[in-house]
């Protein structure tokens, strides 16, 4: 065999990794700082953060809901959001670096999407547990990954590994796709692997497992009290599938594990990262956004960005303040804080899985919203009855509505009329959403004759309705499923991923 294709066993070849060194030997200690930040920017100030890219060598960009250019109808400009792409490739690769630089986007499906029509949208990923189909999932991850890489994307900080542990999971929710450790890594992996045959890189997330805290992260430090051992029974078991798979990218949480290193987050701990290279794992790994409260409350003025280096991490996403991070690791460098050949294998582990993204050659992706057809399968498959007949109609030929935000109630109308059902009058259906001003969370208590979950399934467990069924998503596509099976027109084949009070996995029609 070729030395230079010989596999390093997470995507890229020995070729890619010579070719990075090379490079990362060549470069200044600012070039070096800058490939390791992947910075986020605020609003439509596209030129000026393609400055800013220029100005510190940075790897590249994250784009966020608010940089996504708009049409006067409220979708997204896709002829605009390519050029922004281009501009910003065009400012990574200022520097003459030979590989391209990171485009990343968080597009998970459900509520995590940052882009939304015309491109597919997608039920919530718990949905893939719900259908418990390995295919199914690969596909969409496919689908979903190339009408992103037509857009000039190149990175999706996509799939969540979590394992939820239930209701008093504050952050992950219907984002992890199974309570199930063998699950979550089956499908996770399944829908990385079609995400990568898309062309995007995927960067499964967030080690050492976000579902089995009850703190959300964005706003605090969550502690995972659980012992090394119980980690490796279940929440580390989907990275350890993903590390065997070769898969490129893992990103870590902001949780505080006592049993390596009581107080401090995994993502600036030297002791999760060493389980985590000891595990296998070669390849990149990203921290969590740095600008979230967990960090920013501990490590203030960025002063999180050289300790995460030293500690382990190869890529920092997200920083408050990403001229400031860049200042703080050239002088963690020059003080001796952060030693000079840790800052280099990180760049070099980065440049090297974007040497080898290059090589491969851009996908040419696929058209806007091509995925609709598939987004309808998922939401088919998954579609869960907790409560209530699994065959023949649930409901006469008209219904009520209640719960929701007002598009949910828009989309239930408009699948009822499809399946020959008239809104307005007959048994109550409450759908219920994760709660808010716009959807008051007494709709769960609410009566209804059927109570029907768009998100998470657990609020079903304090109904009393005599059907009871799991959606798992708010789409037009979710809703014709839900709709297909209350006229008895289609199944439901769906089975609980996750315990709902007393009703344990598994649970369904399916």
């Given at each position: 065999?070729?030395?230079?294709?010989?596999?390093?066993?997470?995507?890229?070849?020995?070729?890619?990794?010579?070719?990075?060194?090379?490079?990362?030997?060549?470069?200044?200690?600012?070039?070096?700082?800058?490939?390791?930040?992947?910075?986020?920017?605020?609003?439509?100030?596209?030129?000026?953060?393609?400055?800013?890219?220029?100005?510190?060598?940075?790897?590249?960009?994250?784009?966020?809901?608010?940089?996504?250019?708009?049409?006067?109808?409220?979708?997204?400009?896709?002829?605009?959001?390519?050029?922004?792409?281009?501009?910003?490739?065009?400012?990574?690769?200022?520097?003459?670096?030979?590989?391209?630089?990171?485009?990343?986007?968080?597009?998970?499906?459900?509520?995590?999407?940052?882009?939304?029509?015309?491109?597919?949208?997608?039920?919530?990923?718990?949905?893939?547990?719900?259908?418990?189909?390995?295919?199914l999932a690969s596909g969409a991850g496919q689908a979903m990954g190339s009408e992103l890489a037509a857009l000039g994307f190149?990175?999706?900080?996509?799939?969540?590994?979590?394992?939820?542990?239930?209701?008093?999971?504050?952050?992950?929710?219907?984002?992890?796709?199974?309570?199930?450790?063998?699950?979550?890594?089956?499908?996770?992996?399944?829908?990385?692997?079609?995400?990568?045959?898309?062309?995007?890189?995927?960067?499964?997330?967030?080690?050492?497992?976000?579902?089995?805290?009850?703190?959300?992260?964005?706003?605090?430090?969550?502690?995972?009290?659980?012992?090394?051992?119980?980690?490796?029974?279940?929440?580390?078991?989907?990275?350890?599938?993903?590390?065997?798979?070769?898969?490129?990218?893992?990103?870590?949480?902001?949780?505080?594990?006592?049993?390596?290193?009581?107080?401090?987050?995994?993502?600036?701990?030297?002791?999760?990262?060493?389980?985590?290279?000891?595990?296998?794992?070669?390849?990149?790994?990203?921290?969590?956004?740095?600008?979230?409260?967990?960090?920013?409350?501990?490590?203030?003025?960025?002063?999180?960005?050289?300790?995460?280096?030293?500690?382990?991490?190869?890529?920092?996403?997200?920083?408050?303040?990403?001229?400031?991070?860049?200042?703080?690791?050239?002088?963690?460098?020059?003080?001796?804080?952060?030693?000079?050949?840790?800052?280099?294998?990180?760049?070099?582990?980065?440049?090297?899985?974007?040497?080898?993204?290059?090589?491969?050659?851009?996908?040419?992706?696929?058209?806007?919203?091509?995925?609709?057809?598939?987004?309808?399968?998922?939401?088919?498959?998954?579609?869960?009855?907790?409560?209530?007949?699994?065959?023949?109609?649930?409901?006469?030929?008209?219904?009520?509505?209640?719960?929701?935000?007002?598009?949910d109630r828009s989309r239930f109308t408009a699948a009822a009329r499809n399946a020959g059902i008239s809104v307005g009058s007959?048994?109550?259906?409450?759908?219920?959403?994760?709660?808010?001003?716009?959807?008051?969370?007494?709709?769960?208590?609410?009566?209804?004759?059927?109570?029907?979950?768009?998100?998470?399934?657990?609020?079903?467990?304090?109904?009393?309705?005599?059907?009871?069924?799991?959606?798992?998503?708010?789409?037009?596509?979710?809703?014709?499923?839900?709709?297909?099976?209350?006229?008895?027109?289609?199944?439901?084949?769906?089975?609980?991923?996750?315990?709902?009070?007393?009703?344990?996995?598994?649970?369904?029609?399916?």
């Open positions: 065999m070729d030395t230079g294709s010989r596999p390093l066993g997470w995507g890229p070849e020995q070729r890619d990794a010579d070719a990075a060194a090379q490079a990362v030997a060549a470069m200044s200690l600012e070039q070096e700082a800058g490939q390791v930040l992947l910075p986020n920017f605020t609003g439509p100030d596209y030129e000026s953060h393609a400055a800013t890219i220029e100005r510190l060598h940075l790897a590249g960009s994250i784009i966020m809901g608010d940089n996504v250019p708009g049409t006067p109808g409220g979708q997204v400009d896709t002829g605009a959001m390519q050029g922004v792409t281009r501009r910003l490739q065009l400012a990574a690769r200022a520097d003459g670096r030979g590989w391209p630089g990171m485009i990343g986007v968080d597009q998970e499906g459900g509520v995590v999407a940052r882009l939304r029509a015309p491109l597919t949208e997608w039920p919530a990923p718990m949905s893939y547990g719900a259908a418990g189909n390995g295919p190149n990175l999706d900080f996509a799939p969540a590994l979590d394992v939820t542990m239930g209701p008093a999971d504050p952050t992950i929710g219907a984002r992890s796709m199974s309570g199930s450790a063998d699950a979550a890594a089956e499908l996770g992996v399944a829908f990385s692997g079609g995400m990568l045959a898309s062309g995007l890189l995927p960067a499964v997330k967030h080690f050492p497992g976000h579902g089995s805290v009850d703190v959300d992260s964005h706003a605090g430090l969550p502690v995972q009290g659980a012992s090394l051992d119980q980690l490796r029974a279940k929440d580390l078991k989907p990275f350890q599938a993903a590390i065997s798979a070769g898969l490129p990218m893992i990103m870590t949480g902001h949780v505080a594990v006592p049993a390596l290193e009581p107080g401090v987050p995994a993502s600036v701990s030297k002791p999760a990262y060493a389980m985590l290279r000891g595990m296998g794992f070669h390849g990149v790994a990203v921290t969590d956004a740095l600008n979230m409260g967990a960090v920013r409350k501990q490590f203030p003025n960025d002063s999180a960005a050289p300790l995460a280096l030293a500690a382990g991490a190869d890529l920092l996403l997200m920083p408050a303040d990403v001229a400031a991070a860049h200042a703080a690791i050239v002088g963690a460098v020059k003080s001796g804080a952060l030693p000079p050949e840790r800052l280099a294998e990180a760049a070099r582990r980065v440049a090297t899985m974007m040497s080898w993204r290059g090589r491969t050659g851009a996908p040419a992706g696929t058209a806007p919203g091509s995925g609709t057809e598939l987004s309808r399968k998922v939401s088919a498959a998954a579609v869960t009855v907790l409560a209530g007949p699994c065959h023949g109609r649930m409901v006469p030929a008209g219904v009520r509505v209640t719960g929701g935000s007002e598009e007959g048994p109550l259906v409450s759908l219920i959403g994760f709660g808010g001003a716009a959807e008051p969370e007494a709709a769960e208590a609410a009566p209804a004759d059927v109570a029907v979950a768009l998100d998470a399934p657990w609020a079903l467990a304090g109904s009393a309705a005599p059907a009871k069924i799991a959606l798992y998503g708010r789409s037009q596509g979710a809703y014709d499923a839900l709709l297909a099976v209350l006229a008895g027109q289609a199944a439901a084949p769906g089975k609980l991923p996750v315990a709902v009070g007393p009703q344990g996995p598994g649970t369904g029609c399916g």
